[in-house]
C-alpha cells in the first residue's frame, strides 16, 4: 500500500463516507468540504474542488473500439492523461470499460513500475533540483496509483454483475425448461398478460383510445366498444 501523502488527513473507507462526513461538519465551516480518493486507498475531504468522477456512460461504441484498437504507445498517452484529470471524456469513459480495463490496469501498472524506478535511482541524489523533481514525479504516481485503485475496483464490479447476470440467465433457461418453453416464450407471455390486465384496470381509458385510433383511419368501431362507451355517455 502506498503511503498516505496527507497522513494527519481524516480518513474515510468510501466515497459515500466520506461525503457523509462532509454534510456533518458542513455546519461548522465556511468552505464546503469535498471527497477525493488519495494513492493511500482512502478517501479524505479538501477545500478544494477536486476532479469530477469520469461518467463511465459517456463512452461510444466508437470510443470503446477506438481505444481497443489503439497501438499501445498511444494507448498509454491517453492512460497518462486521463491520470491527470485530462482527455476527451468519451475516450476516459472507454477506459474504464471492461473491454479496455485489463490494458488500462497493465499501463498502469507499468507506468508505475517506471515512475518507482526512477525514483530508485535518484534516491542518492540529495540536490534541491533532485528533491523537487522527486516530488513532481511521488505526486505522478500516486495520480497513476489512485486509477489503478479506480481500475481494480470497476473490475470488481463488473465481475459481480456478469456472475450475477450468468446466473439469471441460468434460472430462466431452468425455469423455462420446466414449463416446456424457451424464455422467449415465458416472456411474451408475460407481457401479454400484462397488456390484458392494463386493459382491465383501464378499460374506458383503453377504449377511447380506441375510438380515436379508429376514427383516424376511417372505420367502424366493434359493436361491443361502442356500447360500452355509450353506456357510459363517453360517444
Ligand atoms: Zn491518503
Not at 43 to 50: G, I, Q
Request: glycine content about 4%.
Amino acid at each position: 500500500m502506498t503511503a498516505c501523502p496527507n497522513p494527519t488527513k481524516s480518513r474515510y473507507a468510501t466515497r459515500e463516507a466520506a461525503e457523509t462526513a462532509a454534510r456533518r461538519v458542513a455546519l461548522r465551516i465556511e468552505a464546503p468540504l469535498r471527497p477525493y480518493e488519495c494513492a493511500c486507498t482512502w478517501w479524505h475531504l479538501t477545500k478544494n474542488l477536486p476532479e469530477r468522477p469520469v461518467d463511465v456512460s459517456a463512452a461510444t461504441r466508437h470510443d470503446i473500439e477506438f481505444l481497443n484498437v489503439l497501438p499501445d504507445i498511444d494507448f498509454r498517452e491517453v492512460v497518462v492523461r486521463d491520470a491527470d484529470g485530462q482527455g476527451d471524456p468519451g475516450q476516459r469513459a472507454a477506459l474504464r470499460h471492461h473491454r479496455n480495463q485489463v490494458r488500462w490496469k497493465k499501463q498502469l501498472g507499468q507506468l508505475i513500475a517506471d515512475v518507482e524506478e526512477q525514483l530508485k535511482d535518484r534516491r542518492g541524489d540529495k540536490s534541491l533540483a533532485s528533491h523537487d523533481w522527486a516530488k513532481r514525479a511521488t505526486g505522478y504516481r500516486d495520480s497513476l496509483i489512485v486509477r489503478l485503485n479506480e481500475c481494480k475496483r470497476l473490475r470488481a464490479a463488473d465481475h459481480a454483475q456478469a456472475i450475477v447476470n450468468q446466473e439469471h440467465r441460468r434460472r430462466d433457461a431452468e425455469i423455462a425448461a420446466a414449463a416446456g418453453a424457451t424464455v422467449k416464450e415465458l416472456r411474451a407471455a408475460a407481457g401479454e398478460i400484462a397488456v390484458q390486465r392494463l386493459i382491465a384496470a383501464h378499460g374506458p381509458e383503453f377504449d377511447d383510445y380506441l375510438a380515436e385510433e379508429y376514427a383516424v383511419l376511417g372505420i367502424s368501431l366493434p359493436a361491443r366498444v361502442e356500447r360500452h362507451r355509450r353506456e357510459r355517455g363517453a360517444a
